[in-house]
C-alpha cells in the first residue's frame, strides 16, 4: 500500500506542480491543491497510465480529496487483477 501511495503521490505532486508533501490524503484537489478541471482530466489520465487502470467519468468526477483518489487506485487496481487475462489471438 505504501508503494502506491507513493506512486500516487508522484504522480499528482507532478501533475498539479506542488511539493509531494503537500500531498496528504486530506488534502481537497481544488482548494488545497489548486486543480482545476482540465488538471483533474490529466492527473486521471496520468494514474490510468501509471497502473494501467480504468477509472471512469463517473468516478474521476466523484474525487474531491487525495484519499478518495487512494480509494479509487486501489479498488481499479483491484479490479484489474481480479479480471481475467484477455485472450490471445
Request: a negative charge; proline letters at 3%.
Amino acid at each position: 500500500m505504501d508503494d502506491m501511495r507513493n506512486r500516487v503521490s508522484r504522480v499528482m505532486a507532478q501533475q498539479f506542480h506542488v511539493a509531494s508533501d503537500r500531498i496528504t490524503e486530506s488534502a481537497t484537489l481544488d482548494e488545497d491543491l489548486g486543480a482545476t478541471s482540465l488538471d483533474r482530466v490529466e492527473v486521471v489520465m496520468s494514474l490510468e497510465d501509471e497502473f494501467k487502470i480504468d477509472i471512469s467519468d463517473d468516478e474521476a468526477w466523484r474525487l474531491q480529496t487525495v484519499g478518495d483518489v487512494l480509494a479509487c487506485v486501489t479498488a481499479n487496481v483491484g479490479k484489474m487483477k481480479a479480471r481475467p487475462p484477455a485472450l490471445q489471438p
